[in-house]
C-alpha cells in the first residue's frame, strides 16, 4: 500500500504518474497477464497518453451530465444483489437493506417478465381489495403506472380518490356519485381489473424494473402490515432521484468487460453524489471479483489507484449519514487490512491527509510525502510514520515541487528526491496555469 500526499500544485499527481509510468515501461510485458490496475480518477487526468499506451489502456468516461458518453458494465447477478443496492442507494442496515433483501428474493425467484408482469397485477389487487387500504399504497401505484408509461392506466387512476371517511379507495362516476372497493373485490373487477391486466412489463431495463418491483414490494408490504411507510419511503426516494443518473454511467447486463492492464474510471462529469457512490461499487466490483478467483498464495494481483482519496475516504464528511460513511470507509479498510493475502493494494493519494481515515494511513507501507503545511496534517504525519526522522520531518513544509520525502518498509532511511516531470504528452491533465502568460497583453 502507497501513500502519496502534498498540498495542490506540490508535484503529487506528477509522482504518482511517474512511479506506475517507469513500473509499466519496465514490467508491461512481464505483468499483463498478472496483475490489474485500476485507477479511480476524479479530475480527468489520466484518461489521454498517460500511464501506459492506449492498447493497454481501458478508459471509462462517466458523465452524469451527458447521455451517449461510456457507461461501466455490471452483469445482472452483480447489480442484482443486496449489497450492491445497498451501496447504490445507501440503505441503512436495520431496515433498508432487509427490504432490498426481499426485493432481490423476489427478483431471483421470478426474474422473468411475464412473471412482474402477474405480480404486478396481483398487487393492484391486493391494494384494491384489502381489508384495511392505504392512501400511501395510491400513490405508489400511481407512481408505478408512470414508470411503465400506461397511459390508460394513469388515466383511470387519476379518477380513485380516498375516501378518509370510510378507509377505501373511491371513483368518482360520471354522474359525480362515488363507487367504493371493498374486500370482495367485486368493484375492483368491474372498474379497475380490465385496464390493469393489460399491462405487460417485458421492456423493462434493469433500472425501471428494480423501481418498478420497489414499488410492487412496498404496496404488498404496507397492506400486509409488514414495514412502516416512513421508514421505507426515504429509500424509496432515493432510487427515484438515483435512477437517472444511474442510467448514464451503469451498463447491467450479460457482459464480460475487457481484460486490460490499466482501467481508468474518469469520474470528472460525475455529480457528488455519484463520486461518493461509484468508486465504492467499483472496488466492490473489483476487489470481490479478484479476491473470489486469485490462487492462495495470489498468483496474481490487484492494484487499486485512488487519486484525490479524500473524496472518498474521509471520516469527517458532513454530507451524508454518519452509519452510510461509516459503510463506505469499511470496504476500503478491509482492502488495506486483509487484501495482502489475496494480493489486492491500495495507492492513494490527497491534498489532505488528515482527512482521510486513521485507519487507512496507519496500514500503508510507503510513503511520497511532498510540501504539507497544515498543522493537522503533519500532526498525522508524526504520529503515523514511524520510519520518518526529526531532519526529514523538519523538512516537509519547505519542499520544492517536485520534491518529496519517501519512507517506509521499501527503504532502508528515509530520503530526499527531486521527481522529475513527465514528458508534455504523458503528464497529468493538472498543470498549472501560467497567470503571467495569460495576463499578458497579446
Known amino acids: 500500500h502507497i501513500g502519496i500526499f502534498g498540498n495542490t500544485g506540490s508535484g503529487k499527481s506528477n509522482t504518482l504518474a511517474k512511479l506506475y509510468t517507469v513500473l509499466f515501461e519496465k514490467k508491461s510485458a512481464s505483468i499483463g497477464d498478472r496483475s490489474s490496475f485500476v485507477v479511480m480518477d476524479f479530475n480527468g487526468e489520466y484518461t489521454g497518453l498517460q500511464l501506459v499506451p492506449a492498447e493497454l489502456k481501458a478508459v471509462y468516461r462517466l458523465s452524469t451530465q451527458a447521455q451517449g458518453r461510456d457507461k461501466f458494465p455490471l452483469n445482472n447477478k452483480e447489480f442484482w444483489d443486496t449489497e450492491t443496492l445497498a451501496i447504490l442507494f445507501q440503505a441503512t442496515t436495520n431496515t433498508q437493506k432487509p427490504f432490498l433483501t426481499r426485493l432481490v428474493d423476489g427478483r431471483n425467484t421470478f426474474p422473468n417478465p411475464q412473471a412482474l408482469s402477474n405480480y404486478a397485477k396481483t398487487t393492484f389487487r391486493a391494494a384494491f381489495s384489502a381489508v384495511k387500504q392505504r392512501p400511501e399504497a395510491l400513490d405508489l401505484l400511481r407512481k408505478l403506472s408512470r414508470v411503465i408509461q400506461h397511459d390508460e392506466l394513469v388515466e383511470l387512476l387519476k379518477e380513485v380518490t380516498w375516501h378518509n371517511g370510510g378507509g377505501t379507495f373511491a371513483k368518482r362516476r360520471a354522474d359525480y356519485t362515488y363507487v367504493y372497493f371493498n374486500a370482495d373485490g367485486a368493484e375492483y373487477d368491474a372498474h379497475i381489473s380490465p385496464t390493469v391486466e393489460t399491462i405487460d ?82 472496488a466492490k466490483h473489483y476487489y470481490y471479483r479478484h479476491r473470489n478467483t486469485v490462487a492462495h498464495p495470489p498468483n496474481s494481483t490487484l492494484h487499486l489507484i485512488i487519486d484525490e482519496a479524500h473524496n472518498i475516504l474521509s471520516h469527517q464528511s458532513s454530507r451524508e449519514h454518519e452509519s452510510w460513511r461509516d459503510y463506505r470507509l469499511e470496504l476500503f479498510e478491509e482492502i488495506e487490512k486483509e487484501g495482502r493475502k489475496f494480493g489486492a493494494f491500495l495507492t492513494v493519494s490527497s491534498q489532505r491527509p488528515a482527512d482521510i481515515s486513521p485507519t487507512i494511513v496507519s496500514q500503508l ?49 528515509p530520503m530526499v528526491l527531486q521527481v522529475d516531470r513527465l514528458d508534455k504528452p504523458r503528464q497529468p491533465d493538472s498543470e498549472d496555469v501560467d497567470l503571467e502568460t495569460l495576463w499578458s497583453p497579446i
Open 201 to 282: 412489463l417485458a421492456g423493462l431495463d434493469p433500472f425501471d424494473q428494480l423501481i418498478v418491483r420497489a414499488y410492487i414490494q412496498l404496496v404488498r408490504e404496507l397492506v400486509q402490515g409488514f414495514v412502516q411507510f416512513d421508514h421505507i419511503q426515504p429509500l424509496v426516494k432515493r432510487i427515484e432521484a438515483s435512477l437517472t443518473s444511474l442510467k448514464k454511467v451503469l451498463f447491467v447486463g450479460e457482459v464480460d468487460p475487457p481484460q486490460k492492464l490499466v482501467a481508468v474510471i474518469s469520474l470528472k462529469q460525475c455529480n457528488n453524489e455519484s463520486k461518493k457512490v461509484l468508486p465504492l461499487l467499483l
Open 365 to 413: 507501507h510507503n510513503f511520497f510525502i511532498h510540501r504539507l503545511v497544515n498543522d493537522r496534517d503533519l500532526s498525522l504525519i508524526d504520529n503515523t510514520i514511524t520510519t520518518l526522522d526529526t531532519l526529514s520531518r523538519s523538512l516537509i513544509p519547505n519542499l520544492a515541487q517536485g520534491c518529496c520525502v519517501v519512507t517506509g518498509t521499501a527503504f532502508d532511511l
